[in-house]
């Protein structure tokens, strides 16, 4: 078994039903850092079991259907996005796991829940636990799932398989850079491949040339909350109408050779990490920031966070050179603005280095939630945030604090949970706090 997660199979006879169903039914157990997300109740056997029986074939039909989206899509609103991330919808007639699996772009959740409990049911899943691993390690053990079921199938002499033909076909888009670029986007757009209008994604693929690829994706994944797609020339004309002046060169830098590396650990503890390191640099001790220092670090005039009118869209920084630039916020709110101007510094000093547009989304990628949580961090340094709380934690005593530093009481609510302070109430929020 996998050190990180693995998908057992042992062989079970079946009478009746397809070739591919009949060769390739089993006892699948999903496993992972050695916690069995498909334990349930056999009522028919009356005990526990870890692998029920199952179709190893509609399993690996599903996921190699879906692989581009399980690789790269986070959470969003997409109309089908559940369809393409939750195993109970397979079908096929089988009783199959309360599974959600998704991405950030660098790590994969994998979300077990248990099943509802009705008469008649032969087998109830009980397993409720939430996992994160490597996209990586995703990938390697879905190709080894694919590959035994496969191999399954020309051992029973099922030759032509649909399943055959789609993981032939995904093999070779991941095998082909131009190919595998544009299957990413469609994924992030929350689009089956084929299914996105093409001029859309071929504009995205020509606004990367422009703009760097890892903020276009930025702007694709985005389009799962909002159903918009922003252009490059959308992002320019929004810049000019409600952008403001900036300077990149005068941007504090943050040297970030003692950070984790992009994808190493957990996007909430690496933009803390850099807020951290970032607070030492700049001697700012526990004390809140002001509005003229904020600025002045992003390199914008501080009268970028006192005009209430909101831009459409995201916020964004969009650079025209190291000299000129323009910084455009979407918040209408003094600690909405604070905060997005932070989460566009955390992006300069701690995300993807290289392009011209720093982008700021409702998206929850790795990059979103690194930005979010260098933020929190940032502008109300935890440790100081706990010592002023001093053990209270209510409705009230948050309030006062977020006031102290500036932030919302959401920022607050977060950092708290962030540090086992508070419970997590929903655990479709960030998934890799609920694991931390």
């Known amino acids: 078994m996998s050190a990180t997660w693995s998908i057992a199979l042992n062989w079970e006879p079946l009478d009746s039903g397809p070739p591919e169903e009949r060769a390739c039914f089993a006892a699948l157990g999903i496993y992972a850092h050695d916690m069995c997300l498909t334990e349930g109740k056999d009522a028919l056997a009356n005990r526990l079991r870890e692998a029920p029986l199952l179709s190893a074939y509609y399993l690996a039909e599903w996921m190699a259907w879906n692989w581009w989206r399980l690789r790269w899509e986070p959470r969003s609103k997409a109309k089908d996005w559940v369809y393409t991330h939750k195993t109970?919808?397979?079908?096929g007639g089988?009783?199959?796991?309360?599974?959600?699996?998704?991405?950030?772009?660098?790590?994969?959740?994998?979300?077990?829940?248990?099943?509802?409990e009705r008469p008649q049911t032969p087998f109830r899943y009980i397993a409720d636990r939430t996992v994160v691993i490597?996209?990586?390690?995703?990938?390697?053990?879905?190709?080894?799932?694919?590959d035994q079921v496969l191999q399954r199938l020309e051992w029973a002499s099922v030759a032509g398989s649909n399943l055959e033909q789609v993981w032939k076909s995904v093999s070779e888009e991941r095998r082909t850079p131009l190919l595998a670029r544009a299957r990413k986007i469609e994924a992030?757009?929350?689009?089956?491949?084929?299914?996105?209008?093409?001029?859309?994604?071929?504009?995205?693929?020509?606004?990367a040339e422009e703009l760097s690829i890892s903020a276009i994706e930025e702007l694709a994944a985005e389009h799962g909350q909002t159903g918009v797609i922003l252009t490059s020339d959308e992002l320019r004309s929004i810049a000019k109408q409600n952008g403001f002046d900036a300077s990149p060169r005068n941007a504090v830098r943050l040297p970030t050779t003692g950070l984790p590396r992009i994808g190493q650990v957990a996007a909430w503890q690496l933009g803390a990490q850099a807020a951290r390191a970032l607070r030492e640099q700049e001697k700012l001790d526990g004390e809140p920031i002001s509005d003229q220092k904020l600025a002045?670090?992003?390199?914008?005039?501080?009268?970028?966070?006192?005009?209430?009118?909101?831009?459409?869209g995201i916020s964004f920084a969009l650079d025209e050179n190291i000299n000129r630039g323009r910084i455009v916020l979407r918040s209408k709110w003094h600690d909405g603005r604070r905060f997005e101007l932070a989460r566009i510094l955390g992006d300069r000093v701690a995300g993807p280095k290289g392009g011209r547009l720093f982008p700021a989304t409702r998206a929850y990628t790795y990059r979103q939630k690194l930005q979010?949580?260098?933020a929190a961090e940032f502008l109300s340094p935890f440790d100081a945030v706990d010592?002023?709380?001093?053990?209270?934690?209510?409705?009230?005593?948050?309030?006062?604090v977020a006031e102290h530093f500036k932030v919302s009481e959401l920022t607050?609510?977060?950092?708290?949970?962030?540090?086992?302070?508070l419970e997590r109430e929903d655990l479709d929020g960030e998934f890799e706090v609920a694991v931390a």
């Open 412 to 421: 607050i609510r977060t950092l708290l949970v962030n540090h086992g302070r």
């Open 296 to 312: 002045d670090m992003a390199g914008v005039q501080a009268a970028a966070l006192g005009i209430r009118t909101g831009a459409p």
């Open 88 to 91: 109970a919808t397979i079908g």
């Open 188 to 207: 992030l757009l929350g689009r089956d491949p084929d299914e996105s209008d093409p001029q859309a994604v071929d504009q995205l693929v020509a606004d």
């Open 387 to 400: 010592e002023r709380l001093a053990g209270d934690y209510s409705v009230e005593n948050q309030r006062d």
């Open 372 to 374: 979010r949580s260098f």
């Open 134 to 146: 490597s996209a990586s390690e995703f990938e390697s053990e879905l190709d080894l799932f694919v």
């Open 94 to 116: 089988y009783i199959w796991p309360n599974l959600t699996v998704f991405s950030d772009g660098q790590r994969i959740a994998l979300i077990a829940k248990p099943t509802d």
